[in-house]
């Protein structure tokens, strides 16, 4: 729930829905550097996430002999680590580094394991 739609239904005022429909000029700023590097960082991971999904089994195959069999294994092992991250780590994370800076170590540890296969 973002700041502006707390303010906006009265959650955070203390009104009793009587700020919808309101705005400030506050809320009608965009800090349009933000919006650009938040963009370039999803345009990597999409890229990069993009490319993962598509090469890594013919990888698998390719360079290590593995089978579907294998393949869908270590696919799985790769989901549950990452679906382990989102459970367990990413609240402590993203306090610490904040919403761009998770993105950004989302983009960075994509492209390292890119790297680190071929």
């Given amino acids: 729930e973002s700041i502006g739609l707390r303010r906006g239904l009265g959650g955070e005022d203390g009104e009793s829905g009587g700020g919808v429909g309101k705005s400030t000029s506050e809320d009608k700023r965009v800090s349009w550097p933000l919006v650009l590097i ?13 490319c993962f999904s598509s090469f890594f089994p013919l990888l698998m195959n390719d360079r290590f002999g593995a089978s579907p069999r294998d393949i ?3 696919s799985t092992c790769y989901a549950l680590v990452a679906l382990s991250f989102q459970v367990l ?8 580094l904040g919403l761009l800076g998770v993105g950004a ?4 540890a994509i492209a390292a ?6």
Avoid: D, E, N, P
């Fill in 38 to 50: 938040i963009f370039a960082i999803s345009f990597v991971y999409v890229v990069g996430q993009c």
């Fill in 72 to 74: 869908g294994v270590v």
């Fill in 89 to 96: 780590c990413y609240r402590v994370v993203s306090r610490r």
């Fill in 105 to 108: 170590l989302g983009a960075l």
């Fill in 113 to 118: 394991g890119l790297a680190g296969l071929g």
